[in-house]
């Protein structure tokens, strides 16, 4: 890859993504995405994702990398394999987002995905992990972005594959010399689902501000397959997990009491909730019952329990891939589709060797 990047010159926020840990891994034909690895070892069928169920952290690489393809821990194997570029960003986009979605929603994808590949990459060089022996990532999809191989592809799409690994790959190579940048550093390019209508800061999901993350709308959202989903609990099954998660907490007698909603971001993210005698967050719960999203709606019934209803799927923080759909059947291109879910972000472009 010449001339690559010669403008990145060193990293304040680094990314991770550990859905496990933060939210689930959600994907459009799973869950990314804040959502957000490399080669899996099953072939979960791709849902516009969040891989990218991101943590953030503060680091500074003091030095620039050329990235010219992506090594990958195969945790099952234990070995590392390198992926040139082309082959990473195609098999990220085939494990990341439906086939069947637009083509420009597929290049915004593809930049995205890029992106966070350089990031990653880079961040690697600089801070290794010694678990990762020298790769970039591992196809540990609950702390990486998905990747599917060609044999995963094949397996997957079945008698499809011409059709769409050729659909596909001619977005990839449409984009495949542009990445994301702000303030000439590739972006933490954050992706999800599909947002409760509007998209949330990241600052709101994680506790860091940054500038290229931040609300904005996306009303199709609301249209999206299974934009709303409920869940019933029993109250015992509300308690169990609770305690599982904090063996201090109290509960009243009175099951009605058991759960409050509290304050919500403008975007709809439940940022306090009482939970027995504690204060924690949307995010928490959500992780703690394995539901779509943090921002919902509580009912209780003594005859039948809770009822959890939620709103959009994944953490919302950056770039919707529903949202992105309904922006390129409307016309919009992968460009309109990304400076408007990245706000203030670039596209920057570099030649591939």
């Known amino acids: ?19 496990a840990l933060s939210m689930l891994r959600d994907s459009p034909q799973k869950s990314i995405a ?30 620039k990398k050329i990235v ?6 195969d945790i099952s194997s234990g070995q590392v394999i390198n992926v ?8 990220a986009v085939c494990a990341e987002m439906p086939a069947t979605f ?30 990762l022996k020298g790769a970039d990532f591992s196809n540990d999809s609950t702390k990486y972005q998905a990747y599917f191989t060609d044999e995963q592809i094949r397996k997957y799409y079945g008698d499809k594959y011409d059709t769409y690994y050729t659909k596909i790959s001619s977005a990839v190579d449409a984009v495949l010399n542009e990445i994301l940048t702000y303030q000439d550093e590739p972006i933490i390019a954050a992706f999800h689902s599909m947002s409760s209508g509007t998209t949330e800061s990241a600052s709101n999901v994680w506790g860091n ?8 709308e ?13 869940y019933n609990f029993t109250a015992d099954e509300i308690k169990s997990r609770l305690s599982a998660e904090y063996s201090d907490i109290i509960f009243e007698d009175d099951a009605s009491q058991w759960l409050a909603v509290g304050e919500k971001s403008p975007s709809g993210t439940i940022l306090k909730l009482k939970a027995g005698n504690k204060t924690i967050t949307g995010i928490d719960f959500r992780t703690i019952m394995s539901i779509r999203s943090a921002s919902f709606d509580i009912l209780y019934s003594a005859d039948s ?17 529903y949202g992105a759909n309904s922006m390129a059947e409307g016309g919009k291109s992968y460009t309109d589709i990304l400076l408007h879910y990245y706000t203030g972000a670039k596209l920057t472009k570099y030649e591939i060797s």
Do not use: C, W
Not at 36 to 59: C, G, L
Not at 209 to 216: K, S, T
């Open 209 to 216: 501000n940054i500038d290229y993350l931040v609300p904005v």
């Open 84 to 91: 040139s570029v082309r082959d990473y960003v195609i098999g």
């Open 34 to 63: 804040d959502t957000v690895a490399v080669v899996q070892t099953t072939t979960t069928a791709p849902q516009p994702s969040t891989i990218t169920e991101f943590t953030v952290e503060n680091t500074e690489p003091a030095e």
């Open 1 to 19: 890859m010449k001339n690559m990047l010669s403008i990145i010159s060193a990293f304040s926020i680094a990314m991770l993504a550990v859905p």
């Open 305 to 321: 329990g809770f009822k959890i209803t939620t709103k959009g799927y994944g953490h919302g923080v950056g770039m919707s891939q």
């Open 68 to 73: 010219t393809n992506f090594s990958v821990l």
């Open 102 to 131: 637009h083509e420009e929603a597929l290049k915004a994808q593809a930049v995205a995905a890029h992106t966070y590949a350089v990031r990653q990459s880079l961040l690697a060089s600089q801070n290794p992990d010694s678990e």
């Open 218 to 230: 996306s009303a199709s959202d609301v249209n999206a397959p299974k934009y709303s989903e409920e």
